[in-house]
């Protein structure tokens, strides 16, 4: 047999092994900006698509001539294969697509700034960023507290806080003290379960859960609590990171001295413990105290509260933390003058039961802290109010509907019943999105992705034939991306992963970010980028049964024919 030396296209015109090659067209599906090569591979795949077609229609009827003219022997096959495996891979090492900008405002819906009047802010991790030292700060005290006022063993003073141990978003099932991360469709990633600082084996788990699927009835209720009968609690919470940490470290603890232990009950006393840590004000006096240390400034909060101020915007602020911990912030992030720009100021206002409790009415706090008793008839510029309710606010303010948008961090606490029940547009705030964007730029997850797709899509289309040797062959490259996999978890975090997806699906964490939030971004200064005629389009990615015939976008990268310097850029 003469050597093998046709192009890619070219030798599946003269061979049977695709049953659908236009389908490999979508092997880069996952990567929104198409390359040159990448759109010269959609055109050559399928126009031969139904030369493939029609020729693998002729071999399965039974055509022995024409089963002898492709594959003499199965070495041929298993060279033919193996041809197609080494051309694909060489040309996705060439593969290049555009960076994505950090600081884009991303889309889940359709949302212009021109209709919005009235801007509202959280303000932890929203208006005010706080360092590491600050996660550090929470588990060292409520370690602490589990000791001293919980009566745990001495030796957990040894643990230290982890910095990149635990992400947000993960599923913590109390009744097994086992901390785990879960996709859209409730299942559980293998390879993310962890039973206090190790992982637990697949076999484990798929034993433990009769297989890897999360029933609805045990996962957590819709704010991502453990209660009535949810046996799972989620964490979405950018301070619940101390909180994971501490439970994987005391479990940890407990099993490597052989201590027999209630899983329930170490999960009520962390919480227990952390609550204190914020409820009791240790963490509010230690911030207030050396707030260079805790505070990030650089994230431009007051750049963005001058620049709506300035276009005439109305601004409010809804907090869960009081107010003098929030006057010390903002008075460091913004200065002293800084209630001046906000039309309402909300503290300790017990979000999202803010959001649903109609009985809680607004009380007036001075200066000094001390509450007043008289009742609220209108919500004043300058004032501080404290606690109410969404219902009263809505009242008092007349700001309703589409023409509000409220900006915070959690993504049940903040902004679902904002969207599902009020109507306000909901912009969530995701400072894990630099690190993850940083890393996807990077040529080595590029090539790693690009592979990976492409390697899927040749098992994909190869697996339809069942001799012997195509089978062995197949199963090599099955037995790759399964290698292949882990690493695209591990270059985002070692434990657990990308914050946004579990292997191809994405993460339920992502699942309610895009159904909660209109926008999201990594920080508030990202607003510095556009205009306030700007429109946010979602990219209309097809969906399964879709062909993609439009041409796509993606917000936050150059294109091969970029727009001119703008209307909607400042």
């Keep these: 047999m003469a050597p093998f030396s046709l192009t890619l296209p070219s030798f599946l015109k003269h061979t049977g092994f695709l049953q659908k090659a236009s389908g490999f067209c979508n092997v880069f599906q996952g990567f929104p900006h198409r390359t040159s090569r990448y759109r010269m591979w959609k055109r050559d795949f399928r126009a031969v698509s139904r030369e493939v077609g029609e020729l693998l229609?002729?071999?399965?009827?039974?055509?022995?001539?024409?089963?002898?003219?492709?594959?003499?022997?199965?070495?041929?096959?298993?060279?033919?294969?193996?041809?197609?495996?080494?051309?694909?891979?060489?040309?996705?090492?060439?593969?290049?697509?555009?960076?994505?900008?950090?600081?884009?405002?991303?889309?889940?819906?359709?949302?212009?700034?021109r209709d919005i009047e009235i801007y509202g802010f959280d303000y932890d991790y929203t208006l005010a960023f706080y360092s590491s030292h600050l996660h550090t700060l929470i588990f060292n005290i409520a370690r602490d507290i589990l000791v001293t006022n919980h009566r745990y063993p001495e030796g957990l003073r040894k643990y230290e806080y982890i910095p990149n141990f635990a992400v947000r978003g993960l599923h913590y099932d109390v009744q097994k003290a086992l901390l785990m991360k879960i996709d859209a469709f409730h299942y559980i990633q293998l390879g993310t379960v962890y039973r206090g600082l190790h992982p637990v084996s697949d076999e484990e788990v798929i034993a433990m859960y009769e297989g890897c699927h999360v029933p609805l009835e045990i996962?957590?209720?819709?704010?991502?609590?453990?209660?009535?009968?949810?046996?799972?609690?989620?964490?979405?919470?950018?301070?619940?990171?101390?909180?994971?940490?501490?439970?994987?470290?005391?479990?940890?603890?407990?099993?490597?001295?052989?201590?027999?232990?209630?899983?329930?009950?170490?999960?009520?006393?962390?919480?227990?413990?952390?609550?204190?840590?914020?409820?009791?004000?240790?963490?509010?006096?230690?911030?207030e105290a050396d707030i260079e240390k805790y505070i990030c400034y650089g994230e431009q909060s007051h750049a963005v509260l001058k620049k709506l101020s300035a276009h005439g915007k109305k601004m409010f602020l809804i907090t869960n933390s009081p107010f003098d911990f929030v006057d010390r912030g903002m008075s460091y992030i913004v200065g002293k003058d800084w209630r001046d720009l906000f039309d309402v100021v909300i503290v300790q206002a017990d979000k999202p039961g803010f959001f649903n409790d109609r009985r809680k009415p607004f009380r007036r706090v001075t200066d000094k802290g001390a509450l007043l008793w008289d009742r609220i008839h209108r919500l004043e510029k300058g004032q501080i109010y404290k606690q109410g309710n969404l219902y009263e606010f809505l009242r008092l303010t007349g700001w309703r509907g589409s023409k509000v948008l409220y900006f915070g961090d959690h993504i049940y606490s903040d902004?679902?019943?904002?969207?599902?029940?009020?109507?306000?547009?909901?912009?969530?705030?995701?400072?894990?999105?630099?690190?993850?964007?940083?890393?996807?730029?990077?040529?080595?997850?590029?090539h790693m992705m690009t592979w990976l797709q492409a390697l899927t899509g040749l098992i994909e289309q190869m697996q339809v034939h069942r001799d012997a040797a195509s089978q062995a062959v197949v199963e090599e490259w099955i037995k790759e991306r399964e290698a292949m996999r882990p690493q695209t978890k591990d270059i985002f975090n070692a434990q657990f992963g990308s914050l946004f997806r579990t292997y191809h699906n994405p993460t339920y964490f992502s699942r309610r970010l895009s159904r909660f939030a209109d926008i999201y971004m990594a920080s508030?200064?990202?607003?510095?980028?556009?205009?306030?005629?700007?429109?946010?389009?979602?990219?209309?990615?097809?969906?399964?049964?879709?062909?993609?015939?439009?041409?796509?976008?993606?917000?936050?990268?150059?294109?091969?024919?970029?727009?001119?310097?703008?209307?909607?850029?400042?």
């Excluded at 041929?76 to 900008?101: F, G, M, P």
């Excluded at 109507?423 to 995701?430: D, N, Q, S």
């Excluded at 607003?527 to 389009?537: A, C, E, P, R, S």
């Design 524 to 570: 508030i200064s990202c607003l510095l980028n556009y205009d306030f005629q700007h429109t946010f389009f979602p990219r209309r990615t097809p969906l399964q049964h879709e062909s993609p015939f439009w041409p796509e976008h993606s917000p936050g990268s150059d294109t091969s024919s970029p727009a001119p310097q703008d209307q909607s850029r400042v």
């Design 57 to 113: 229609s002729h071999h399965q009827s039974g055509a022995k001539n024409y089963a002898a003219s492709v594959c003499s022997s199965s070495s041929d096959v298993t060279e033919r294969l193996w041809s197609v495996y080494n051309e694909t891979k060489r040309q996705t090492e060439v593969t290049s697509i555009s960076a994505v900008d950090p600081d884009t405002i991303f889309a889940n819906n359709e949302m212009s700034l």
């Design 415 to 446: 902004l679902a019943d904002l969207t599902l029940k009020h109507g306000w547009r909901t912009g969530a705030i995701i400072p894990e999105l630099r690190k993850e964007i940083k890393i996807m730029n990077t040529q080595q997850y590029v």
């Design 219 to 287: 996962m957590s209720d819709f704010y991502g609590k453990s209660s009535h009968g949810h046996t799972m609690k989620q964490f979405m919470d950018i301070f619940s990171l101390p909180e994971m940490t501490l439970l994987s470290c005391v479990n940890d603890f407990f099993m490597k001295h052989n201590i027999d232990y209630e899983p329930v009950h170490l999960y009520k006393d962390v919480k227990e413990a952390i609550r204190d840590v914020h409820v009791k004000g240790i963490m509010y006096r230690a911030v």
